[in-house]
Each structure stands twice: as structure tokens, then as C-alpha cells.
């Protein structure tokens, strides 16, 4: 039986391996941009003061620089980590001084560049929406990643008689013999497999949302209990019920948008552009990445669609009993009727619901610590390694046997008989 499972798990994970590869790869890179991102918004935090403001102060500034820009997604308001108001559109920004909002720094995101390519690379293997034969490159990329985790799984078992043989040293091949490229992809593969099982069901949580809100009890589109509470349709009037409605102390950290047709903003950027605007310098190119608010205004479901046929307004809040300072909790106005419709306390959450707001940035990094991010890095990093000595073992290995196998032929055909 073990003999069957060595060879299984050396079989399978050829093909498997080749595919793997690539995710971790990827991913590595994916670490890597994020982290750069984290280096462009220190940069970009440091060209601007931070004053406080007020409610009255947000609002003037919210309705004067959201004026003629379509397809607004979001507007981060000025906390002592971002000391600026900034409107995000879909791959693009404008970042504002707390005290100018006559000129902008402005910076328009391609969707042809390298980064751009490896995260497609990485979430559907650049098989799109379309995929191949019927199946979504995203549902491939999920499945490789969890058939990993089962392969991972095995090789685990396989090795943990051996488990005296290990040494961190042998995590990186010590030189060019097949037995360092075996023991690198044992040892790293012990290392990484925390990780695996992390990125791999975090990953497939992501690519199959609705089974994972089932299963931690989550409800996208759950009904209000609360009766709406009409205020007079003016931002400040907005800003004012939006922090009331959040326990004293609450910092109100962005604005989530209703999200708009794909096409509608690029129409009207053909026909309008903003005033007082001009190019960032290489220290504030920041793109749409500048803020959690525009990574998470980029999910497409049911629920958010059906908010946006209502016009609904999203405040995020920083809150006591926020995990990791990430702005979980939120008030919703709905701007067609100029009514505060629900307030959700990420406090007030059940356990299944906080845990299953965190999947995302789990398995990319954003939002939460540089720290993580970082630990991210080196892990993908030594995954890949595992991934390709192990490739490289096998075709060490199947090179030998071929070879010794021609020499049995030859020496067979070679023997008087």
C-alpha cells in the first residue's frame, strides 16, 4: 500500500506540480507587489500633513472632489495613516490635500503591465471568465491548489517515519545530486504545508463564495431590522448619521460607492475630464490599490448588485473590536430616498461572520500587517522551491532509469547467447 501511495503521490505530482508551480510562483510575485505597494503609500502618506477634521470639513470635500468623475468607487477620508482625501475609480485615483482640493495628484492604472499579468496568471491561469472546456480558469486554479493541499497531505505521511532526517539546512538544495533536490522538496514541504493548507482553502473560498457563506453561517442578503431613518439628502447630513449611528470614538475611514456598469465610466471619461488635475510623480503612484475600500468595492455579487439598484452609500468605520484594524464595521444610506438603512457592527458579528471577512486578506495580504505580507512572501517563495526540487528529483530519477535501462538492453543484446 505505501509503495502504491509513493507512487501516486511521485505520479500525480508531476502534472500537478507543473500547474503548482505557477500558482506559487505567482503568488511569490503577488507578495512581492503587494509589499511595493505598501512602499508606494508610505511614500505617498509622506508628501501630505494630517490635520483633523470635522464632519462639516469631510462633506465639503467629499461633494467638491467627487464633482464630474464617473465611476467612482470609493473616497478615503484622512486618518493619521493616510493624511488625504483620495476618490477611486476603477484604475484610477485622485489623492488631495486635507487643506487643497484644487489640485490633485492624479494616476490612471493600465491593465497591460506585468503585476497585471501574474495576478490574471495567478487567479485563473490567463483562462479568463471563459476557461476551458466549460470550466472557469478560476475553478482550476482553486482545484489545483486544493489537490495540492491532499498531495501536500500524503507526502507529509509518507515522510513522517523518516522525520529524524530532517534538517532546516536542506530546505534550499545543497548542490546538484538528485538526493538534494529529494531531501529539499521533503524539508521544504513540511515547512510550507501550513501554508498550503492556508492559501488553499482561503483561495477556494474565495472562487466558490456562496458554499463558504453557507458554510460559516454568512447571509450577503440579509434583510435590515432596523426601520429606515430619513435625513436630509446632503453629505453632511450623511456623514452625521453615519457617525452617530457608530459607538463613540469610531473613525470613519472610507465611502464605498454604488458600483456602476463596467463601460459607464470609460463613456463619460470620453466626453468629460476633471479640472485642476495633473500626473503623480513616481512617489504617489498608488493606483486603485491606494485603499482597502477599492480592493474590496471590486467584488461582484448578487447582494452588491442589487445594492447598487438602490443607490446604497457604504461607510466603513475603524471600531472598537475591529480584528487587525481593518474597517469592518458599516452604516448604509441609500441615496435614492436619503435613508439610513442598516448599521453592522463588526463587534455584533458572529464568529463564522468575522472569520469569513478575513478570507480574502488571509490569502493576499491586504489590510493587514506589512508583517504578514512579508511572511507571506517567504513562504510562497519556498513553496516554489519545493514545488520545482521535487520536478527536478523526478526527472533526475526517470533520466537514470532510462539510461540504466539501455544499458540492461544493450548489454542483454550484447551477451552470447
Same mark, same amino acid.
Given at each position: 500500500?505505501?509503495?502504491?501511495?509513493?507512487?501516486?503521490?511521485?505520479?500525480?505530482?508531476?502534472?500537478?506540480?507543473?500547474?503548482?508551480?505557477?500558482?506559487?510562483?505567482?503568488?511569490c510575485?503577488?507578495?512581492?507587489?503587494?509589499?511595493?505597494?505598501?512602499?508606494?503609500?508610505?511614500?505617498?502618506?509622506?508628501n501630505?500633513?494630517y490635520?483633523?477634521?470635522?464632519?462639516?470639513?469631510?462633506?465639503?470635500?467629499?461633494?467638491?472632489?467627487?464633482?464630474?468623475?464617473?465611476?467612482i468607487r470609493?473616497?478615503?477620508l $484622512?486618518?493619521?495613516?493616510?493624511?488625504y482625501?483620495q476618490?477611486?475609480?476603477?484604475g484610477?485615483?485622485?489623492?488631495?490635500?486635507?487643506?487643497?482640493?484644487?489640485n490633485?495628484?492624479?494616476?490612471?492604472?493600465?491593465?497591460?503591465?506585468?503585476?497585471?499579468?501574474?495576478l490574471?496568471?495567478?487567479?485563473?491561469?490567463?483562462?479568463?471568465?471563459?476557461?476551458l472546456?466549460?470550466v472557469?480558469?478560476?475553478?482550476?486554479?482553486?482545484?489545483?491548489?486544493?489537490l495540492?493541499?491532499?498531495?501536500?497531505?500524503?507526502?507529509?505521511?509518507?515522510?513522517? $517515519?523518516s522525520?529524524?532526517?530532517?534538517?532546516?539546512?536542506?530546505?534550499?538544495?545543497?548542490?546538484?545530486?538528485?538526493?538534494?533536490?529529494?531531501?529539499?522538496?521533503?524539508?521544504?514541504?513540511?515547512v510550507?504545508?501550513?501554508?498550503?493548507?492556508l492559501?488553499?482553502?482561503?483561495?477556494?473560498?474565495?472562487?466558490?463564495?456562496?458554499?463558504?457563506?453557507?458554510?460559516?453561517?454568512?447571509?450577503?442578503?440579509?434583510?435590515?431590522?432596523?426601520?429606515?431613518?430619513?435625513?436630509?439628502?446632503?453629505w453632511?447630513a450623511?456623514?452625521?448619521?453615519?457617525?452617530?449611528?457608530?459607538?463613540?470614538?469610531?473613525?470613519l475611514?472610507?465611502?464605498?460607492?454604488?458600483?456602476?456598469?463596467?463601460?459607464?465610466?470609460?463613456?463619460?471619461?470620453?466626453?468629460?475630464?476633471?479640472?485642476?488635475?495633473?500626473?503623480?510623480? $513616481?512617489?504617489?503612484?498608488?493606483?486603485?490599490r491606494?485603499?482597502?475600500a477599492?480592493?474590496?468595492?471590486?467584488?461582484?455579487?448578487?447582494?452588491?448588485?442589487?445594492?447598487?439598484?438602490?443607490?446604497?452609500?457604504?461607510?466603513?468605520?475603524?471600531?472598537?473590536?475591529?480584528?487587525?484594524?481593518?474597517?469592518?464595521?458599516?452604516?448604509?444610506?441609500?441615496?435614492?430616498t436619503?435613508?439610513?438603512?442598516d448599521?453592522?457592527l463588526?463587534?455584533?458579528?458572529?464568529?463564522?461572520?468575522?472569520?469569513y471577512?478575513?478570507?480574502?486578506?488571509?490569502?493576499?495580504?491586504?489590510?493587514?500587517?506589512?508583517?504578514?505580507?512579508?511572511?507571506?512572501?517567504?513562504f510562497?517563495?519556498?513553496?516554489?522551491?519545493?514545488?520545482?526540487?521535487?520536478?527536478?528529483?523526478?526527472?533526475?530519477?526517470?533520466?537514470?532509469?532510462?539510461k540504466?535501462?539501455?544499458?540492461?538492453?544493450?548489454?542483454?543484446?550484447?551477451?552470447?547467447?
Amino acid at each position: 500500500m505505501k509503495k502504491f501511495l509513493i507512487t501516486l503521490h511521485r505520479w500525480l505530482g508531476v502534472p500537478l506540480g507543473l500547474l503548482f508551480i505557477v500558482t506559487f510562483g505567482t503568488g511569490c510575485l503577488t507578495a512581492v507587489d503587494e509589499l511595493l505597494h505598501r512602499v508606494d503609500r508610505q511614500q505617498l502618506s509622506a508628501n501630505y500633513e494630517y490635520t483633523p477634521t470635522t464632519i462639516e470639513q469631510n462633506a465639503a470635500a467629499i461633494e467638491k472632489i467627487t464633482a464630474d468623475k464617473p465611476g467612482i468607487r470609493a473616497v478615503t477620508l $484622512p486618518t493619521p495613516s493616510k493624511p488625504y482625501y483620495q476618490v477611486v475609480a476603477r484604475g484610477e485615483t485622485w489623492t488631495y490635500a486635507i487643506n487643497d482640493l484644487d489640485n490633485a495628484a492624479h494616476y490612471q492604472e493600465g491593465n497591460d503591465g506585468f503585476f497585471h499579468t501574474v495576478l490574471d496568471l495567478h487567479r485563473h491561469f490567463l483562462l479568463g471568465k471563459e476557461g476551458l472546456f466549460g470550466v472557469q480558469g478560476k475553478e482550476y486554479a482553486a482545484w489545483v491548489g486544493l489537490l495540492a493541499l491532499l498531495l501536500s497531505s500524503l507526502g507529509l505521511w509518507l515522510w513522517w $517515519p523518516s522525520k529524524k532526517t530532517f534538517k532546516v539546512k536542506d530546505m534550499l538544495p545543497r548542490g546538484k545530486k538528485r538526493k538534494h533536490f529529494y531531501y529539499s522538496h521533503m524539508t521544504s514541504g513540511v515547512v510550507v504545508l501550513a501554508v498550503i493548507v492556508l492559501l488553499g482553502l482561503t483561495g477556494a473560498s474565495i472562487t466558490y463564495r456562496s458554499i463558504t457563506q453557507q458554510l460559516f453561517g454568512v447571509e450577503r442578503n440579509k434583510a435590515s431590522t432596523m426601520a429606515p431613518i430619513v435625513v436630509a439628502p446632503t453629505w453632511q447630513a450623511w456623514l452625521t448619521a453615519a457617525q452617530i449611528a457608530m459607538p463613540e470614538g469610531a473613525q470613519l475611514d472610507s465611502v464605498r460607492f454604488p458600483r456602476q456598469p463596467r463601460n459607464s465610466g470609460a463613456e463619460q471619461r470620453n466626453t468629460s475630464k476633471p479640472a485642476n488635475s495633473e500626473n503623480t510623480t $513616481p512617489n504617489n503612484k498608488m493606483g486603485n490599490r491606494a485603499n482597502s475600500a477599492a480592493n474590496e468595492a471590486r467584488k461582484n455579487t448578487k447582494g452588491e448588485a442589487e445594492e447598487s439598484a438602490e443607490k446604497i452609500f457604504e461607510f466603513k468605520f475603524n471600531a472598537a473590536g475591529n480584528w487587525f484594524g481593518i474597517a469592518s464595521s458599516s452604516v448604509k444610506i441609500d441615496k435614492t430616498t436619503s435613508a439610513l438603512k442598516d448599521v453592522n457592527l463588526f463587534s455584533q458579528q458572529t464568529f463564522g461572520e468575522k472569520f469569513y471577512s478575513i478570507l480574502v486578506p488571509l490569502h493576499t495580504g491586504r489590510q493587514l500587517p506589512a508583517a504578514y505580507a512579508f511572511v507571506l512572501l517567504v513562504f510562497s517563495f519556498f513553496g516554489t522551491v519545493m514545488v520545482l526540487s521535487g520536478l527536478v528529483s523526478f526527472a533526475i530519477k526517470k533520466r537514470k532509469w532510462k539510461k540504466a535501462k539501455r544499458a540492461n538492453t544493450l548489454e542483454t543484446e550484447l551477451s552470447p547467447s
